[in-house]
């Protein structure tokens, strides 16, 4: 539609430009312009005429500038119908590449996702598909002016063919001289892609940490990481502003002084009449002027490409990592969850060696073991974030591959090891903004993880917000927010991961008297160094060496705790 219209412009204009040469001739030959002698010669004047008394309208100066004020007026109005149309394209190509890139993100395999730099990921969100719909409009500018150029030229060429086509070597001459200046912006370019998604990459990991740094009067170790990225993108866009600004330097004094050279040629070399010199030299100022803007244009777009290409490529990377959903079947869980001689590990870590272990249905089960024994890796398994290299994992009695993996996980209530919360209220938190779940079940969820006391003494209850990753709630406030995220849903899986690491005795009490009123209705995993959800748990396992031992002995407990605190 855009292309069209464009053309359809560059089409309109030429032939309101066609009435050019017949104007001048009248013009000058009969100033008051009030003859209807016809004064054809070949080319652009006698097509004009003759299409004007083929509808029976005589060429006078009138008729004449009529047409060419046609020909403007609707060049303009199918200017900006493309030019609209520009306008919805480029909003359309930044939130169709938004959409594909969160969407391509949002369903990575796990594994894959770990490996990505979030600050990296918000800069290819943002500035990248900001950069990459420019120069979209810019490339759509480029065409729009290529085409009117090329409407100049294709009049021009009917005027005089061998003057027009000695123009336009010489003025590609000069363009191809200066594609220096694009080639270094685009490098330009280039370099500020690389350098600002490095740069976002550090800046939010170092603003993440920022507590650490300055704690420890080491924040200026952040900023000389941020800065000396900050200095090179600062040359990268000086080179850019300045390549930009040479090539506007020189070519507009060059493709003028074409101009001039070619004026001088027509009057003085040969001698053409001045009608046609003057529709020549208008035709070609316009033409020089439009492919100058092209090439400038080009050189916005050769900016701009690179973090369309580099945006391109993560979207294509992580579809390329996308998770697979799994079978057909729904998930169920009534008899419990098998993990059946289980090898995990990353790369050439191995984690886990032939383990195995029974969680039955609506039961409490507990697993302790040293840190980095692969506690949280085992979760991870079960909630199918990843696969085990051997053995299965089942769901009542199904292989995890063979079910469906969505379905599976929205019976699950998870409390990470890590909480982080949104810089949001309590209650979009606790929600995640699910829209049907009330202020009711927000208190319910709020009371059963055992912060309901502290969230009802705030000034704005539960529209409170929590800050920053949750930071203006303490640990133990942000854990328990979490595993009222976990309990809302009222999952038939709970899975606790160091959630009440945080907690002073009496609430971890109050919080372990909840999950024992729950135990029955859903099942509970919980991974805990803490005696007093180990205490409450029905089975307890630990993880040492890659294996998975059941230790049901509450004394062996204390003894596997003092093995552990060995292997520390
Ligand atoms: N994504 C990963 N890539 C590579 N290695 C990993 C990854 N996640 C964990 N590991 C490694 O796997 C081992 C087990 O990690 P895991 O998080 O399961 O331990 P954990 O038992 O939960 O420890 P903690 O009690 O400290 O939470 C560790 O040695 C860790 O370094
Ligand atoms: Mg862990």
């Avoid at 270094?184 to 892609?193: H, L, S, V």
């Avoid at 640990?475 to 309990?487: C, E, F, S």
Wanted: charged residues 20%; glycine residues 8%.
């Amino acid at each position: 539609m855009m292309l069209f219209a464009l053309i359809m412009a560059g089409v309109v204009e030429g032939i309101g430009l066609t009435a050019l040469l017949p104007l001048l001739q009248k013009a000058i030959d009969l100033p008051k312009g009030s003859s209807t002698e016809n004064l054809s010669s070949s080319g652009a004047d006698s097509f004009i005429t003759s299409a004007l008394s083929y509808v029976g309208i005589s060429a006078t100066v009138g008729s004449l500038l009529t047409v060419i004020m046609i020909g403007a007026i609707l060049r303009s109005l199918l200017i900006l119908i493309a030019n609209r149309k520009v306008g919805y394209t480029v909003a359309h190509v930044a939130t169709d590449l938004r959409l594909a890139l969160l969407r391509a993100l949002l369903s990575t395999r796990w594994g894959y996702f770990l490996g990505q730099q979030v600050g990296s990921m918000a800069n290819a969100a943002g500035t990248e598909v900001m950069r990459a719909s420019s120069a979209y409009l810019h490339a759509a500018t480029a065409l729009a002016m290529a085409i009117q150029a090329f409407a100049y030229f294709v009049v021009a060429m009917l005027v005089s063919w061998k003057i027009t086509l000695l123009f336009m070597s010489v003025a590609t001459l000069v363009l191809v001289l200066l594609y220096k200046m694009v080639s270094k912006a685009k490098r330009a370019g280039r370099k500020q892609t690389k350098l600002l998604q490095s740069l976002l990459a550090r800046l939010s990991d170092s603003l993440q940490s920022l507590k650490a740094f300055k704690a420890m009067g080491r924040e200026n170790l952040a900023d000389e990481l941020l800065s000396t990225n900050t200095m090179k993108l600062n040359k990268a866009l000086r080179k850019q502003v300045l390549s930009k600004a040479v090539l506007r330097g020189i070519q507009e004094p060059l493709l003028t002084l074409l101009v001039i050279v070619g004026l001088y040629l027509m009057l003085v070399y040969l001698k053409m009449d001045l009608p046609k010199v003057m529709v020549l030299i208008f035709l070609m100022a316009r033409m020089l002027n439009e492919t100058g803007k092209v090439q400038r244009k080009y050189q916005d777009v050769a900016i701009c490409e690179s973090a369309y290409w580099s945006l391109q490529e993560k979207i294509n990377k992580a579809q390329q990592h996308n998770e697979p959903q799994g079978g057909d079947k729904k998930a169920t869980l009534e008899h419990g969850i098998t993990i059946d001689h289980v090898y995990f590990g990353y790369g050439e870590q191995m984690i886990l060696r032939n383990a195995s272990l029974e969680i039955p249905g609506k039961t409490f089960t507990s697993i302790v073991g040293p840190s980095g024994a692969g506690k949280t890796t085992l979760v991870d398994l079960i909630t199918g974030l990843f696969h085990p290299e051997k053995g299965t994992v089942r769901i009542d009695g199904t292989p995890l591959p063979e079910l469906d993996l969505r379905s599976w996980r929205r019976m699950i209530g998870y409390v990470p090891q890590d909480t982080i919360l949104l810089h949001d209220s309590i209650f979009i938190n606790v929600t995640l903004g699910e829209e049907l779940l009330t202020g009711e079940d927000v208190e319910y969820a709020l009371k059963s993880a055992g912060a309901w006391d502290f969230v009802s003494e705030m000034a704005e209850g539960m529209q409170t917000t929590v800050g920053e990753r949750g930071a203006k709630l303490s640990g133990g406030q942000r854990q328990r927010i979490a595993i009222a995220r976990a309990l809302i849903h009222r999952p038939h899986l709970l899975i606790l991961d160091e959630a009440t690491s945080a907690l002073d005795p009496d609430t971890e009490a109050a919080i372990c008297q909840t999950l024992k009123e729950l135990r029955g209705q859903l099942t509970i995993l919980a991974i805990s160094h803490q005696a007093a959800l180990v205490d409450v748990a029905d089975r307890v396992f630990q993880i040492s060496s890659g294996e998975i031992k059941l230790v049901t002995d509450h004394s062996k407990i204390k003894e596997a705790s003092i093995d552990m605190d060995h292997l520390r």
